[in-house]
């Protein structure tokens, strides 16, 4: 049975994306998809990690990578080198599907080791990209003034993926945290040819009231080729709180047909940042209005935001094997 998502994806926001710790995320309970399961830990300050049972856990093979970026709408753009961390179970028979991983605005964090680790043990492979290092940023505020600037980044994730003989070509996914979210979420209306072997994109904690509204940030039209999965908290104030639900059901039959809405109860904005609460102000907040951000760690949720977005992946891209996740890490 599908979840139902709902991801606060805030693009004109001040995206906030401070860094999760793997190492003290706990585990998950069991996921209910492509008989996929992964175990739960009485232990808070357990890793929150999901691994393969005895000798069929895949190896992980770690490589930093560079590719340059691609503008399917400016042959004469002059592309960036963008760098990226790739990991790819290994022993697998035949190429496996790939899911790039898109940080938020305060760049490459721990939240996008910890999906890849997720998504790598169930027989899928990860690009995690770095997008500021190519363009001279530090992140948080320093950061382009919109997210359409970095979807380069993606084409060219794409075509590297594509080089791979490792890869399956035609299956290719992608999950972003806030700014990513963003671009997740305008990912789904590219009409390309390149853009056609996305199949899953995740949107974790998107601002909806920005789409369609504000100009660049268009949200329908969805690609028949794509499924969404929104993820967002019912206490994140960066909307009202029916606004993602809102979004959704706003679309024409078909594109809602495409979009899963998930909605944690007691989760705030960026709700799976394991560290002390802390409150930021943001003058998007509140529908543009403005104020004071609260970001409380919920364990519960993160558990089901893992959860969720492995499984759906996995309902979108498949996998070359299908794994029980609850032995020890094996990591070449």
């Not at 492979?125 to 997008?131: C, F, I, K």
């Not at 940023?137 to 320093?142: A, F, H, I, K, T």
């Not at 907040?285 to 919920?298: F, L, T, W």
Request: net charge negative.
């Amino acid at each position: 049975m599908k979840h139902k998502y709902l991801f606060i994806l805030s693009t004109l926001a001040f995206f906030f994306s401070p860094i999760i710790s793997a190492d003290s995320i706990a585990h998950t309970p069991r996921i209910k998809h492509n008989r996929v399961k992964i175990h739960s830990s009485d232990s808070d300050d357990s890793k929150f990690t999901a691994f393969a049972t005895g000798n069929d856990a895949p190896r992980i093979k770690h490589n930093y990578v560079a590719f340059p970026s691609f503008d399917p709408d400016d042959s004469e753009a002059i592309p960036l080198t963008i760098s990226a961390r790739f990991a790819i179970p290994t022993g697998m028979e035949g190429p496996v599907p790939a899911v790039i991983v898109v940080h938020g605005s305060g760049g490459v964090d721990e939240r996008g080791e910890l999906y890849s680790l997720h998504l790598n043990q169930a027989g899928i492979a990860t690009l995690e990209l770095d997008m500021w290092a190519a363009r001279g940023l530090d992140g948080g505020l320093s950061r382009p003034a919109h997210v359409r600037e970095t979807l380069p980044d993606i084409y060219g994730a794409i075509q590297y993926l594509q080089s791979r003989i490792d890869i399956q070509k035609d299956q290719l996914g992608l999950i972003g945290f806030s700014w990513g979210g963003v671009v997740a979420m305008l990912m789904a209306g590219e009409d390309t040819p390149q853009s056609n072997v996305l199949h899953g994109l995740v949107a974790n904690y998107p601002v909806c009231w920005v789409y369609n509204k504000v100009p660049g940030y268009t949200f329908n039209q969805i690609q028949d080729s794509r499924q969404v999965l929104i993820i967002s908290g019912k206490e994140d104030v960066y909307d009202a709180p029916d606004d993602c639900t809102a979004l959704a059901s706003s679309l024409f039959d078909e594109d809602r047909k495409q979009v899963q809405v998930l909605e944690l109860e007691g989760a705030t904005h960026a709700f799976d940042l394991n560290r002390p609460d802390s409150l930021f102000f943001d003058p998007y907040a509140y529908q543009g209005k403005g104020g004071d951000v609260p970001i409380r760690y919920n364990k519960e949720a993160t558990e089901q935001a893992v959860e969720s977005a492995i499984g759906f992946m996995l309902e979108q891209l498949g996998s070359a094997d299908t794994y029980e996740l609850d032995a020890p890490n094996r990591r070449d």
